[in-house]
Structure formats: structure tokens, C-alpha cells
């Protein structure tokens, strides 16, 4: 079973996130930020993980740990459901388009974190939502899911098109990253022989 359940509880948020990896994309995403349990929603749909999140943060000071601690508690689960990433495609990129907004991301399951994200939001706000914490987000499920990702905002205008194509070109990405390669089921796809 390529699933995993973290709970993770600071004096900033108290976290419980599952996931199955070889799910159909049904969700049932719960952080009292509205924009984000939509967004979370997408990488759900469209990665067709399995996801439930909960999240009791600290909303009072602003939206910033909640979606950052999520990110990291979403990136411990993946690398927790990953396992030995035994027969996995490993990379995996999506080129999405949202009426305005066109972004490409790229990843590598690699285990080593690196983001690089050229995606420039137009707003400050979407609604009451920070949009610097899209890139809070990826960074956190970057470093500690062990992924290599690369996002680039080809066009866009639209705020909330912007990120929402980001959430879900990554979410492509993953679902074709991690989907098991029937040729090379049995083995770890690196010539190292591990990830
Ligand atoms: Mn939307």
C-alpha cells in the first residue's frame, strides 16, 4: 500500500494529513482557509491521491503557517508513501493551461529538494489569501518530500488562474512521476540503484 498517514503538532498548527498514492483523486481537504483547501483540492484531483488534511492553525496572526506546515506535513507523507520509490516513473512534467494562465512544471522524484519557481503573481491578494504563500507552499513540499521541482509561469494575468494552473500542473506532474512503469516494475529507476 503506497499510503501514509503524519499528524504533526506545533504551538502554530496541529496537522493531520493521509494520502494513498494509488487513489482515484477523492478528497476531503479541511485548513479554514478557503483558497487553500481549494487548491489542495486540485493537487488531489488531479495527482489522483486520496487526500484528507486537517488543520488548526494560528489564522489570528495571518494564513502563513498554516499553508507552510501543511506543505510540510503533505511532503513527509508523500516521502512516506514513496517508499523505496521501487517502479516508479520518477519524472514527470504537465504543461497546463487556465484560460490565461500557462504553467509548466517539471520534477524529479529525486530525494534531493531543489525548487525553482518563476511564477510571479500579479496580485498580493486573492481574496483574503496571500498569494506569496503559493511559493511558501511548494518550497515546504519540495524540502521535505525529497522533490527536485521546477515551476515557470509561461502567460498569465489572472491571480488566481496563475496559481490555481500552478497547483494543478504540479499535480499532473506527480501523477505521472509517481505511476508505476510496467517495464521496470521491480526495480528503483536510478543507476545508483537507490533514490
Ligand atoms: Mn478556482
Known amino acids: 500500500m503506497r499510503s501514509a498517514a503524519i499528524t504533526r503538532k ?3 498548527t496541529d496537522i493531520s494529513v493521509k494520502i494513498d498514492l494509488d487513489g482515484t483523486g477523492t478528497y476531503d481537504n479541511r485548513t479554514s482557509v ?7 483540492d ?29 506543505g510540510i506535513a503533505l511532503g513527509q507523507a508523500l516521502a512516506q ?3 523505496d520509490k521501487r517502479g516508479i516513473r520518477r519524472y514527470g512534467s504537465c504543461l497546463l493551461p487556465m484560460d490565461d494562465a500557462l504553467v509548466r ?3 524529479d522524484l529525486s530525494g534531493r529538494p531543489y525548487l525553482v519557481w518563476n511564477v510571479a503573481l500579479p496580485a498580493a491578494k486573492i481574496g483574503s489569501f ?16 525529497g522533490i527536485t521541482l521546477h515551476v515557470d509561469l509561461l502567460h498569465g494575468i489572472n491571480a488566481h488562474h496563475i496559481a490555481e494552473a500552478a ?29
Open 34 to 40: 478557503g483558497f487553500f483547501d481549494h487548491m489542495l
Open 10 to 12: 506545533t504551538a502554530e
Open 167 to 195: 497547483f494543478k500542473a504540479v499535480a499532473r506532474a506527480l501523477r505521472d512521476a509517481l505511476e508505476v512503469d510496467p517495464r521496470k516494475a521491480d526495480a528503483v529507476p536510478s543507476t545508483k540503484g537507490m533514490l
Open 130 to 145: 496571500d498569494t506569496e504563500l503559493v511559493r511558501e507552499f511548494f518550497q515546504a513540499l519540495s524540502t521535505h518530500g
Open 42 to 70: 486540485q493537487l488531489s484531483r488531479h495527482a489522483l491521491i486520496d487526500m484528507t488534511v486537517r488543520c488548526s492553525g494560528d489564522l489570528h496572526i495571518d494564513d502563513h503557517h498554516t499553508v507552510e506546515d501543511v
Open 105 to 107: 512544471a517539471a520534477l
Open 81 to 83: 508513501a514513496m517508499g
